[in-house]
């Protein structure tokens, strides 16, 4: 078995289609969309298969789908035995996901909360109307300046160099666009996201979460899971569910995370789940780390053809 470190992604990662040949291809993945489909009491299944790509971006529909995704795919790889896990990470939603993988959570009590999480982040985005951008090529005192001039933003995601996400209230994100060019930045992308997240106006939210989160029984994690809003490892459980609570409306750590798993001498990452953004967020951050994605059946079939495992996987 080859160590090395989990990664789960976070929204964003959705697309129609996802996980259809999983489902199709390995009875252990049909198990998990099946059980999805019963615990949310809604055909999640069809939307993630079908689409339409409007009903499916919806953030209380993305998230689910985007884990119940990514837990079809680790159950099909762990039936491999191919990897031995020692650190689990993921990026906000990730996070959840990452802990299923870790016993840390169970997926029917995961996809509950994250279900709940994405409801309470839409009423959330209802109540307080907000965006976020991208900025590319702009040091972070410079982007922090600016959040500070203009008010009304927050950065909300720090996943690599030069890449710097901010939330906040529409009007004000819109401003900060404008200037950001004329600050420095190379580039500002509007996302195409319903709300400002990992924001203060996401407090709404977080309130509400706090509730469910502390009516489920979370269980020490086998392997140390990276908190988002500390970039450090824990199996604490009370520590865990703190930090589930405080991401909503907090930054992510993204970066500092995999700074912190890569200082630990872990050098191989799989990303298990759709797309394969974070595999591209790490190349920014270290062009010598090895990323493997795990998402579709020819990648599990490019493992279990490896003559051995002290070889690196194929690269997707």
């Known amino acids: 078995m080859q160590d090395t ?21 390995y009875p252990e993945a049909k198990d998990i969309f099946d059980k999805a489909n019963q615990i949310l009491k809604f055909d999640l299944t069809k939307l993630m298969f079908e689409g339409p790509m409007k009903d499916l971006t919806n953030t209380a529909n993305s998230q689910v789908a985007i884990l119940t995704h990514s837990i079809a795919a680790l159950k099909v790889l762990e039936k491999t035995g191919f990897y031995n896990p ?13 802990l299923i993988a870790s016993g840390c959570l169970s997926f029917e009590h995961g996809l509950s909360i994250v279900r709940r999480r994405g ?34 933003c927050e950065i909300a ?20 666009t404008s200037f950001a060019k004329d600050k420095g930045a ?17 407090m709404p939210a977080k309130d509400k979460l706090e509730k469910e989160i502390e ?9 140390p899971i990276i908190s988002n809003v500390t970039a450090q490892p824990t199996q604490d459980t009370q520590v865990i569910k703190q930090s589930l609570i405080t991401q909503v ?11 912190y798993v890569v200082s630990q001498g872990m050098k191989n990452f799989v990303e298990i789940g759709p797309g394969s953004v974070l595999k591209g967020l790490l190349r920014r951050i270290d062009k010598e780390l090895v990323v493997t994605n795990i998402e579709k059946p020819e990648h599990i079939a490019a493992l279990t053809a490896a003559p051995a495992p002290a070889q690196n996987p194929a690269q997707i």
């Open 249 to 259: 409306s907090s930054k992510t750590l993204f970066e500092a995370s995999i700074r």
């Open 119 to 152: 409801e309470f982040m839409d009423m959330a985005a209802a109540k307080n109307p907000g965006k976020m951008v991208c900025v590319i090529g702009m040091a972070i005192p410079q982007v922090e300046e600016l959040c500070k001039g203009i008010g009304g």
């Open 86 to 98: 020692k650190i689990g990470l993921g990026l906000s939603l990730g996070e959840y996901s990452a």
């Open 157 to 176: 995601n720090l996943n690599c160099p030069d890449q710097v996400v901010v939330s906040g209230k529409a009007t004000n994100i819109e401003l900060f």
């Open 215 to 223: 009516k489920v029984v979370f269980n020490p994690p086998a392997y």
């Open 5 to 25: 470190v989990y990664i789960f992604p976070g929204q964003g990662a959705q697309y129609v289609g996802m996980g259809k040949e999983l489902y199709n291809a």
């Open 186 to 202: 190379k580039r500002a992308i509007p996302l195409e996201v319903s709300g400002a997240f990992h924001s203060s106006l996401m």
